[in-house]
């Protein structure tokens, strides 16, 4: 569809179904910010989404205005796949898919990455309406290195803080070192908030720049992107992070492994570390993966057989189908909306 023929209701339409998705992203993810907190007994659930979401949207001040940028929406929106061959239909897909991934995921209170959803979702709907060829091999490779570097970045993280924080409070009781990890919580989970709101805004706000670019709004400089849809952004994923997903808190905080208040201000820590190194490299990782790997990391850290392998199994199985479900997902959505629309 030309520029100059994008009707105004159906960018309106599409700006708000991202906004949906942004929502649902933060919604979702809630649970890699506040699961940590609640379960070490940090926070009481409701202070914990709200000091997440405070968190999530104070990133707008941080990430939008230009301290890291907005190099994560640049990728998306340019460096995955040739802006020039997607439509409204295209991103129509890759949207409805991301939705639908994580709404099931959600469901089932597994903790599948939002993120790679909506990637795979743009893949498959551009491949779909233009053949493997629109595809920026270049830019999905990083993606799909991260995939798998990221988890083990936290991991390796994790495992590292926990022995070192453990040996600076060597001398301190058990009692004395919660008191204190729990009150080092509160800043930990806040920057994990404020990298997860950074980091995961600007993805959404990557596809609505696709779609400005082709409804003429937008030039391909990012810096065209207008300020309300930073603001929208950021304020969406907040929104959804303040309603909480909290069919996942459970898996991440106590099934994976039991956290105390070390493990928790270490895994957290080492989480923001890696979320605001990937943004200043603007290379997209999954927030999911990301806090995963670190409380694996700081579980094993503690006793190998602290942590429930099985269900860190059955988590990476559902990491793997993520973004190929979510592919065909867009592809079958894509399709649908040739028909209808």
Not at 61 to 68: C, E, K
Not at 292 to 307: C, D, L, P
Request: proline share 3%; charged share 10%; glycine share 12%.
């Amino acid at each position: 569809m030309e520029p100059s023929i994008v009707a105004l209701w159906v960018v309106i339409l599409l700006v708000i179904l991202a906004l949906v998705f942004a929502f649902i992203n933060g919604f979702h993810d809630a649970a890699n910010a506040i699961a940590t907190v609640v379960s070490t007994g940090a926070l009481k659930p409701g202070q914990a989404v709200v000091w997440a979401a405070c968190f999530n949207f104070l990133a707008f001040f941080v990430f939008g205005m230009s301290l890291f940028g907005l190099s994560i929406a640049a990728t998306m929106g340019k460096g995955l796949v040739d802006a020039a061959a997607v439509d409204t239909h295209v991103i129509f897909g890759a949207l409805v898919a991301a939705i639908t991934w994580s709404i099931i995921t959600w469901y089932h209170g597994i903790p599948s990455s939002s993120s790679h959803a909506l990637i795979g979702g743009l893949i498959g709907a551009t491949v779909a309406k233009a053949g493997v060829g629109a595809l920026i091999y270049s830019g999905i490779t990083w993606t799909l290195l991260f995939l798998l570097l990221a988890p083990l970045l936290g991991f390796a993280l994790g495992a590292l803080l926990l022995l070192m924080v453990s040996w600076l409070f060597r001398r301190s009781t058990p009692l004395r070192a919660d008191k204190w990890l729990r009150r080092g919580q509160l800043l930990s989970c806040a920057l994990y908030s404020l990298g997860h709101g950074g980091h995961d805004a600007q993805k959404t706000m990557g596809i609505i720049w696709l779609l400005l670019i082709i409804s003429g709004v937008a030039t391909h400089d990012i810096k065209s992107l207008p300020w309300w849809v930073v603001a929208a952004c950021y304020a969406a994923i907040s929104m959804g992070t303040l309603f909480g997903g909290w069919r996942i808190v459970n898996t991440m905080g106590q099934r994976i492994t039991k956290l105390k208040p070390m493990g928790g201000f270490c895994a957290e820590s080492s989480g923001a570390m890696i979320l605001f190194m990937s943004s200043w490299l603007g290379i997209p990782v999954s927030t999911t993966h990301t806090i995963t790997g670190a409380i694996v990391g700081v579980g094993a850290a503690r006793k190998f057989s602290a942590v429930r392998w099985g269900i860190a199994g059955g988590i990476v199985w559902a990491w793997v189908f993520t973004i190929p479900a979510s592919a065909f997902l867009a592809a079958l959505a894509w399709w649908l909306g040739t028909q209808f629309f």
